[in-house]
């Protein structure tokens, strides 16, 4: 599992930190610096695929905003929008493979059935 987030290192170590999570709780975290193209380019999903050794078509997404929806599907991988900051309307205009309110709706059933 990937940590993927559009800031500098310090500040996706500080947001885990926040959150209750170690850096170390992820095979890979991704962090937006090492890049010259930011979301919705998919630079950054397919380098956390690569970096654990996982096809983009077998990767599954969880997402809250337009561009990281955008980045996803370029980088072919399955998505699950999540509308903590966009409204439903929006994340389906985006045609994400699932939608939900938020991220612990997410279940292991909806994940199998992508």
């Known amino acids: ?3 993927c987030c559009p800031l500098a290192f310090t500040q996706v170590q500080a947001n885990l930190q926040a959150c209750g999570f170690s850096q170390h709780a992820f095979d890979a975290v991704v962090s937006a610096d090492k890049f010259n193209r930011n979301k919705p ?3 950054i999903f397919l ?7 996982v096809q983009a078509m077998n990767c599954i997404v969880v997402e809250d905003a337009v561009a990281g929806i ?3 599907k370029a980088a072919g991988m399955k998505v699950i929008a999540v509308t903590t900051s966009l409204s439903t309307a929006e994340m389906e205009g ?3 493979n699932l939608i939900k ?3 612990g709706q997410i279940t292991m059933d909806d994940v ?3």
């Open 1 to 3: 599992m990937c940590a």
């Open 41 to 43: 380019a998919p630079d």
């Open 47 to 53: 380098s956390a695929a690569s970096l654990i050794c």
């Open 70 to 72: 955008q980045a996803a």
């Open 94 to 96: 985006q045609r994400p």
């Open 101 to 103: 309110e938020n991220i």
């Open 112 to 114: 199998l059935h992508l």
